[in-house]
């Protein structure tokens, strides 16, 4: 059988992927692969999903949302030569905001190919389908849709719901969608993949554990929304029966070494549940740029010719990993002198010349045997959802609304997280234990600022302390790094001018485009169901 790497390659080449658009109510492209002609065999519907895992319509979220929305603008790292980055990190967001933008229109052009998928297998796969390759296909089409909905509802909050894009021929103005029914889309998306994906598939294709995972993970999310003070129990309680499930049952285990997960050699490790599957060479917008606009220096890049916006890792960031936490922060971060034999290894290894990102940087074509590879498209399939995130999803459902847990299962799968990075083990978990240590496992994963999000549901004054705090100490701000004496300095130059965060922070604005396209945007939300 082939890997769904293998098959995403042959599309990429030979199937006609929608392109970006620049609008999430434009029409999935007419050059998308036709159902007339397709959905005929189980086969053909394994192509259609497997081309939702990466190309085009993924490259505007994964370049330009990923990591400036869910670390940028969390206060992990700056550059200070883009304004829409600085915008971020400053929080003085405009709705012309080029990221923001892209953002939106990234996940929108993911739903949009979703929607195509799911209506093609309903209205033209072929009767000799099983019905439950047809379940099949569908939940994990749906289990996409939800993980771009999901970022939709943190993000920006209420957004308009979308299930068939064809319908917006007739009607191309939508209103937003109140965000407690956003995530109950959601959850419904996922509650079917959950019931419709199989235990086991081909490697880097989703299972229902991977849908029990993020499930937990919404649930746990939900559980804060409009419950100043404490969380709702019962979901709290969902989310610890799915993330549990996916602990105790899965039969999945951590990778044993957090520092070689990041490699291209491991791809679709156990511990992936969800990643984006990259092709290496295959071009601009169609694959994983991070590296191009995000590596400390073009010399670990392919054909040298990438690190435009080589973004600098704050002191705040630094300043939570331990003395002892040396794998996770080596594997995520460059400091000033720092050694890595497996970059530029034509050249003889690459040492750091200053503080920078070292997660999503996978080296040259001649560090990864492949020829093809160029700047545009790296063949790391760079993780969503992983293992390490459910086992500490699990752990905060249990502590819920409590100031500190001592519970087994919750030490047993924080401590696991902890063990592999060869960290002490803690006997007692607080909710700002779990906060750093989310932080500082999942850096430059896009996962920070959700959490921070999370958090805003249910402790909103907190929250929003917890950002003018990263101010007060200027923690936000880079720093440099001395190998000789080991000591990080905070940079002495003034700090960007910060807006004090308020509760409104935690909400992107619509993209200023959108609104000239869909007036009813700018109206209050109204219920879907």
Not at 30 to 36: E, F, G, R, V, W
Request: glycine letters at 8%; aromatic letters at 10%; a neutral charge.
């Amino acid at each position: 059988m082939k890997s769904i790497n293998k098959i995403i390659t042959i599309l990429l080449c030979v199937a006609a992927i929608a392109g970006c658009k620049k609008s999430f109510l434009d029409r999935p492209s007419n050059s998308q692969i036709s159902a007339n002609t397709f959905y005929k065999t189980t086969s053909e519907l394994r192509l259609a999903t497997a081309s939702l895992y990466a190309g085009s319509e993924w490259f505007q979220w994964n370049t330009q949302g990923y990591i400036p929305l869910g670390d940028v603008l969390a206060g992990s790292a700056s550059f200070p030569y883009n304004g829409d980055l600085i915008q971020l990190f400053t929080r003085t967001i405009t709705a012309q905001n080029g990221l923001v933008t892209n953002g939106w229109v990234g996940l929108y052009n993911v739903i949009a190919q979703c929607n195509g998928v799911i209506n093609a297998i309903q209205t033209q796969a072929d009767p000799s389908i099983s019905s439950a390759d047809k379940n099949a296909a569908i939940a994990e089409t749906k289990f996409i849709r939800a993980v771009a909905y999901y970022h939709l509802a943190v993000y920006w909050g209420a957004v308009p719901i979308v299930e068939d894009n064809s319908k917006l021929i007739k009607d191309p103005l939508l209103p937003r969608n109140i965000v407690s029914d956003v995530y109950k889309f959601v959850t419904k998306d996922l509650t079917y993949a959950v019931q419709y994906l199989p235990k086991t598939d081909e490697k880097g294709r989703v299972t229902t554990w991977s849908a029990q995972g993020m499930l937990g993970k919404v649930y746990l999310t939900m559980a804060g929304l409009g419950k100043s003070g404490s969380r709702d129990q019962a979901l709290l309680d969902s989310a610890k029966k799915y993330a549990g499930n996916v602990c105790k049952n899965s039969g999945l285990n951590l990778f044993p070494s957090y520092y070689d997960l990041f490699k291209v050699q491991n791809n679709d490790s156990p511990e992936s549940l969800f990643a984006l599957q990259w092709a290496g060479g295959v071009g601009y917008g169609i694959g994983n740029a991070l590296q191009q606009y995000f590596a400390p220096d073009n010399i670990v890049t392919p054909q040298q010719q990438g690190g435009w916006e080589g973004i600098a890792p704050s002191y705040d960031l630094y300043r939570m990993y331990s003395a002892k936490d040396t794998v996770r922060r080596k594997a995520t971060i460059v400091l000033t002198g720092d050694f890595y034999p497996e970059l530029n290894q034509a050249g003889g290894g690459y040492t750091a010349k200053n503080t920078g990102l070292k997660k999503h940087i996978v080296g040259t074509e001649k560090d990864n045997n492949l020829p093809t590879m160029d700047s545009w498209s790296s063949p790391e399939h760079n993780a969503i959802l992983r293992l390490a995130d459910v086992y500490l999803v699990y752990a905060e459902a249990i502590l819920g609304n409590d100031g500190t847990t001592s519970n087994g299962d919750a030490l047993k799968y924080f401590n696991a997280v902890r063990a592999r990075a060869g960290v002490d083990i803690v006997t007692a978990i607080t909710p700002a234990l779990l906060r750093t240590e989310r932080r500082v496992e999942l850096a430059f994963e896009g996962q920070y600022w959700i959490d921070l999000v999370r958090y805003s549901y249910y402790d909103p004054t907190n929250a929003v302390k917890f950002l003018n705090d990263q101010d007060a100490t200027h923690g936000r701000i880079s720093f440099t790094y001395d190998p000789k004496t080991k000591i990080a300095k905070r940079d002495t130059i003034a700090p960007p001018v910060t807006l004090p965060a308020t509760i409104a922070s935690f909400t992107l604005p619509i993209p200023s485009s959108e609104l000239t396209t869909d007036p009813k945007l700018a109206q209050p939300p109204v219920p879907y169901y």
